[in-house]
């Protein structure tokens, strides 16, 4: 379907755009307060730059559901465009990273996620292999629509979605949290200290385990005929 291609390679153009401009934003904050490269614990920032990277990080948010709701024409093929914004976006913000700054200098290497309700934190590779899931999901979904027509995500689906989505963003948020309640006022410089790997993993499987349900429940309906 010509609509469809075309619509996918101009998402993930603009997605590959919002992903420079996200590295941009985060060079010139790193020249401001970590000239000499980042690194844990983190530096004191302004309350008004706080503020506003707060909402830069709602803002992008929805610029990239406005992507999934303008380019798909049923509400799963809304979700798919998004899905896919948000995995092109989050794994070319670190390439671009890598580019200008070398930096992470392996995936390995913690980086602060996500602010929103909290501080998320993590190794960069545990993002970029959710954001791939996501590519992948969304792949799966304008697939099956093409195939099938117009689809509807079954409740035990969206459960384990749910769940899974849950537990990754768990084992993102654990450490910080877990800093925040043991903290007694004389070691205020939070550096993190280990990653839930085995609940993140969990999460990844719960996701796939609901996107496996969504096919098995979908491939034996009669194909669309071209």
């Known amino acids: 379907m010509k609509y469809l291609r075309h619509t996918i390679i101009w998402v993930i153009i603009f997605s590959m755009a919002m992903g420079f401009l996200e590295s941009a934003v985060v060079v010139y904050l790193r020249e401001i307060y970590y000239p000499g490269g980042f ?8 309350t008004r730059d706080i503020g506003v990277e707060l909402f830069r990080e709602a803002a992008t948010l929805m610029m990239l559901v406005g992507v999934g709701v303008l380019s798909g024409r049923s509400r799963m093929q809304r979700f798919a465009f998004f899905l896919i914004a948000f995995g092109v976006w989050d794994i070319f913000y670190y390439i671009f990273l890598k580019i ?8 390995m290497t913690w980086d602060i996620l996500f602010l929103l309700p909290v501080i998320w934190v993590g190794p960069v590779l545990a993002p970029c292999l959710l954001s791939l899931s ?5 792949g799966i979904i304008l697939k099956m629509e093409k195939k099938y027509g117009s689809i ?4 035990q689906s969206l459960i384990r979605l749910i769940a899974g989505s ?3 963003i768990a084992s993102f948020c ?3 949290l877990r800093h925040l309640s043991a903290f007694n006022g004389n070691n205020p410089d939070y550096v993190p200290s280990h990653y839930l790997w085995w609940l993140f993993i969990l999460g990844e499987m719960v996701i796939f385990s609901g996107i496996y349900r969504l096919y098995i429940l ?6 669309l005929k071209n």
């Open 100 to 107: 200008i700054l070398g930096w992470p200098p392996d995936l």
């Open 39 to 46: 690194v844990f614990p983190l530096k004191s920032i302004h």
């Open 134 to 138: 996501m590519i992948i999901f969304a």
């Open 218 to 223: 979908r491939k034996n309906q009669p194909e």
């Open 152 to 155: 509807k995500l079954p409740s």
């Open 166 to 168: 849950l537990m990754v």
């Open 174 to 176: 654990e450490d910080p």
